[in-house]
């Protein structure tokens, strides 16, 4: 793990971003969405933290969060009162350790994927393309 600090005083708030060097270049047919739906996943619950606590923590504080995949990479998003600091690293290390399958959530979450795809690729030709396109660049052989 890679740990970047850049300090500003001049705000009272802090950012924390946790990238994962996973994204859909990593995945093959037949296993295709799996770092988007674990994206999902990481906001719906943890070992130590249901998702009911957790969300109360984060929106208690003033905090927020939010997260991307892309074709390389996933990354999580914190802004937060850099007094929860400590919470802030306590949530993300239990979700990330100990996140939670509740069965009820990962049918929801899969089909929320699903439907993200529909919207943002299957109904979009010039994405359509570049999936394409970036299938065959991954394909080709490396000289």
């Not at 999902?40 to 504080?61: D, E, I, L, N, V």
């Not at 937060?80 to 306590?90: A, H, Q």
């Amino acid at each position: 793990m890679k740990i970047l600090v850049w300090p500003d005083h001049d705000i009272p708030n802090v950012v924390v971003y946790n990238w994962f060097h996973v994204g859909s270049r990593n995945e093959r047919p037949g296993i295709t969405g799996l770092s988007h739906f674990f994206e999902h996943m990481m906001f719906k619950g943890s070992k130590h933290y249901p998702p009911a606590s957790s969300t109360a923590s984060w929106s208690r504080t003033a905090a927020t969060n939010n997260a991307f995949t892309s074709e390389d990479v996933t990354c999580y998003q914190d802004w937060f009162p850099k007094s929860i600091l400590e919470l802030v690293f306590r949530l993300e290390a239990d979700r990330i350790c100990c996140l939670s399958f509740d069965p009820k959530a990962v049918q929801s979450e899969r089909e929320v994927v699903y439907s993200e795809r529909r919207t943002s690729v299957d109904n979009d030709n010039a994405s359509l393309l570049d999936e394409q396109l970036q299938a065959r660049v991954r394909r080709a052989p490396v000289p």
